[in-house]
């Protein structure tokens, strides 16, 4: 069973970034060369399974882990080949949302199913395990994104059907039922609603201040409905009954850093990878499928790091281990920005820093999920785990918007270096965020953690 749950993680992490390959194959059928546009098939899927998560995750646990996951599996699977038939850029932006809708019904039904299914003292590992996989499927998806493209990209996305057909087989015969929570009232989907509009208000303001003005009518109305947006979906989460966020979730200190410490890597992560990406295609004339091969030894850095870390290390707490992978990737990013030129480069420019961030990412991506997620008891897991995803997700997101500002329609050397340096702020603000966490965290052992949370 714990292969299906993992399964399905693997699935939605491999398709938020499987398109990132894609993007020219993808403009050229279409006839569009926007970046601004079609960042949006990355961006809006994004939006929608951040704001749905935590929703999702508690009408899981009110209604059944099982029936949430299978749906959401199935209406993952349906978009997806969506997707594949959609006419043009909008059409597929509009499938992809509808796929976020199917993801983020079954990504915190798998991962509450999955803790429930442990021992207490063993939630935390099978937690880090959860968000390994997330990591390793988010990297891994250009490099099978590049292999599938070389025969159409559509196949980005119809991939999903017989893996996803086969996760549902296995998830109806195996899978248990789960429910927690059954007389909690219906979570808040308006206020899921308006974090859609706000999140996505500000993403349009960032993407399009290039093309439009910065101070056009349209931008600062975007940014004015992304402010209004904030305040009213914080008035919600204040007032309602059962809002996305709970505020006692908030109340804790440590489970708030590391949400903090989630939205900024993420952030920095997002832009990282994308620009990476780009920069094979658009500066080194790489195809799909190199650009693919070249992104993926990186990401095999990750699960390696962080089975290596928690046996040589076990003591070590999160913070300090999300704040070193922190650093090593921003350092990864100075790498790139002071040794990357347009004569490509790849063995001794590229890769070098390339395999330093992955080292970053399997330090902290697992201990981001753990630390956020391993004291809480099986009742609030789908709900906690919402709220840490929905944060990476918003990071992503915002990443991807801050990187196609700062090089869409500047010359490219100069707008990626600049990415590069952003990447490697926003770094050191998320190693400062995970001290903070450890400060504010008892220092017990993780046995400890995960059996007081039971």
């Known amino acids: 069973m714990p292969a299906i749950l993992v399964g399905s993680a693997f699935l939605t992490g491999v398709d938020m970034f499987i398109v990132n390959v894609a993007f020219d194959e993808i403009g050229r059928d279409y006839g569009t060369g926007s970046l601004a546009q079609l960042s949006w098939i990355l961006s809006a899927?994004?939006?929608?399974?951040?704001?749905?998560?935590?929703?999702?995750?508690?009408?899981?646990?009110?209604?059944?882990?099982?029936?949430?996951?299978?749906?959401?599996?199935?209406?993952?699977?349906?978009?997806?080949?969506a997707c594949g038939f959609a006419p043009g850029v909008w059409w597929?932006?509009?499938?992809?949302?509808?796929?976020?809708?199917?993801?983020?019904?079954?990504?915190?039904?798998?991962?509450?199913?999955?803790?429930?299914?442990?021992?207490?003292?063993?939630?935390?590992?099978?937690?880090?395990?959860?968000?390994?996989?997330?990591?390793?499927?988010?990297?891994?998806?250009?490099?099978?994104?590049?292999?599938?493209?070389?025969?159409?990209?559509?196949?980005?996305?119809?991939?999903?059907?017989?893996?996803?057909?086969?996760?549902?087989?296995?998830?109806?015969?195996?899978?248990?039922?789960?429910?927690?929570?059954?007389?909690?009232?219906?979570?808040?989907?308006?206020?899921?609603?308006?974090l859609v509009v706000t999140v996505g208000a500000l993403v349009l303001g960032l993407v399009q201040g290039n093309d439009w003005g910065w101070g056009s009518v349209r931008v600062l109305a975007a940014f004015t409905v992304a402010l209004l947006g904030a305040g009213l979906f914080a008035r919600r989460t204040l007032t309602h009954p059962s809002p996305v966020i709970a505020p006692s979730l908030l109340a804790v200190p440590a489970f708030r850093w590391a949400n903090v410490a989630m939205l900024v890597f993420n952030s920095a992560f997002g832009a990282a990878l994308l620009a990476g990406i780009l920069w094979m295609q658009q500066v080194?004339?790489?195809?799909?499928?190199?650009?693919?091969?070249?992104?993926?030894?990186?990401?095999?850095?990750?699960?390696?790091?962080?089975?290596?870390?928690?046996?040589l290390f076990p003591a070590a707490r999160p913070g300090k281990m999300i704040a070193l992978g922190s650093v090593l990737f921003g350092a990864s990013a100075l790498w790139q920005a002071s040794t990357l030129s347009v004569t490509p480069d790849y063995w001794t420019g590229f890769l070098p820093g390339w395999l330093l961030g992955g080292v970053g990412v399997g330090l902290?991506?697992?201990?981001?999920?753990?630390?956020?997620?391993?004291?809480?008891?099986?009742?609030?897991?789908?709900?906690?785990?919402?709220?840490?995803?929905?944060?990476?997700?918003?990071?992503?997101?915002?990443?991807?918007?801050?990187?196609?500002?700062?090089?869409?329609?500047?010359?490219?050397?100069?707008?990626?270096?600049?990415?590069?340096?952003?990447?490697?702020?926003?770094?050191?603000?998320?190693?400062?965020?995970?001290?903070?966490?450890?400060?504010?965290?008892?220092?017990?052992?993780?046995?400890?953690?995960?059996?007081?949370s039971g």
Do not use: C
Not at 59 to 71: N, T, Y
Not at 284 to 311: K, M, N
């Open 364 to 452: 902290a991506v697992p201990n981001l999920l753990a630390a956020g997620t391993a004291t809480l008891p099986p009742a609030q897991a789908s709900t906690g785990g919402g709220v840490v995803s929905m944060a990476r997700q918003v990071g992503l997101v915002l990443g991807v918007a801050v990187l196609v500002t700062l090089v869409d329609g500047t010359d490219p050397a100069a707008g990626f270096t600049h990415a590069w340096y952003a990447v490697a702020l926003g770094m050191a603000l998320a190693s400062l965020a995970a001290l903070r966490m450890d400060r504010v965290t008892p220092r017990v052992r993780e046995p400890e953690l995960a059996t007081a």
């Open 45 to 81: 899927y994004a939006v929608v399974f951040a704001a749905l998560l935590v929703p999702m995750g508690r009408l899981a646990d009110r209604f059944g882990q099982k029936a949430a996951f299978v749906g959401g599996l199935a209406l993952f699977v349906v978009a997806s080949l």
């Open 284 to 311: 080194w004339g790489y195809d799909a499928l190199q650009t693919g091969l070249a992104v993926a030894l990186g990401p095999l850095a990750v699960p390696i790091t962080s089975v290596l870390a928690h046996r």
């Open 92 to 194: 597929l932006v509009a499938f992809r949302s509808a796929q976020a809708v199917g993801a983020a019904a079954m990504t915190p039904a798998s991962l509450g199913l999955l803790l429930a299914a442990v021992a207490p003292e063993r939630r935390a590992p099978a937690a880090r395990l959860w968000a390994t996989t997330g990591a390793v499927a988010a990297a891994l998806g250009p490099a099978v994104g590049g292999g599938l493209v070389q025969v159409s990209w559509h196949w980005a996305f119809w991939i999903n059907l017989p893996v996803g057909l086969l996760l549902i087989a296995a998830a109806l015969r195996q899978v248990p039922d789960v429910r927690h929570n059954r007389g909690t009232p219906i979570p808040d989907l308006l206020g899921a609603l308006v």
